[in-house]
């Protein structure tokens, strides 16, 4: 089991920035492959990051590439969303997730649906005011 906690969210102006964390306590956490998600209002939940358990690789959806970077840091347990550049359609629930049962033959391997992952932060609201 492990336990995620996100932080960071807040109120922003357009084309401004934050930097998200997900704290993770528990298991291993240098072996879950992590991503980012997020649910606006009236939204179905939608894919914005993630990351390898190696870190080596990332993925990212077309609404948010080259605006926000998502990395890891095994040592303190913490992945972190760096957005730039917010847009009002940023605004949203954002919810980490992790996926357990990594192994060597994923160490480049990231996950983009909501249902591949088995844990999942209570999330945190960025708003992007216009």
């Known amino acids: 089991q492990v336990q995620l906690v996100e932080s960071g969210g807040g109120l922003v102006q357009a084309e401004g920035s934050l930097r998200l964390s997900c704290a993770a306590s528990?298991?291993?956490?240098?072996?879950?492959?992590m991503g980012w998600f997020r649910q606006a209002p009236g939204k179905e939940r939608e894919f914005v990051a993630a990351?390898?358990?190696?870190?080596?690789?990332?993925y990212y959806a077309n609404s948010v590439k080259g605006r926000f970077t998502i990395s890891r840091d095994n040592a303190k347990n913490t992945v972190f969303l760096q957005m730039n550049n917010l847009k009002f359609e940023d605004t949203a629930v954002y919810y980490c997730?992790?996926?357990?049962?990594?192994?060597?033959?994923?160490?480049?391997?990231?996950?983009?649906?909501?249902?591949?992952?088995?844990?999942w932060g209570q999330g945190t609201q960025v708003t992007v005011s216009s």
């Open positions: 528990g298991r291993t956490f240098s072996g879950y492959a």
């Open positions: 990351i390898s358990w190696s870190g080596r690789s990332t």
């Open positions: 997730a992790g996926k357990g049962s990594q192994t060597v033959a994923t160490m480049t391997v990231t996950y983009t649906g909501d249902y591949e992952y088995d844990y």
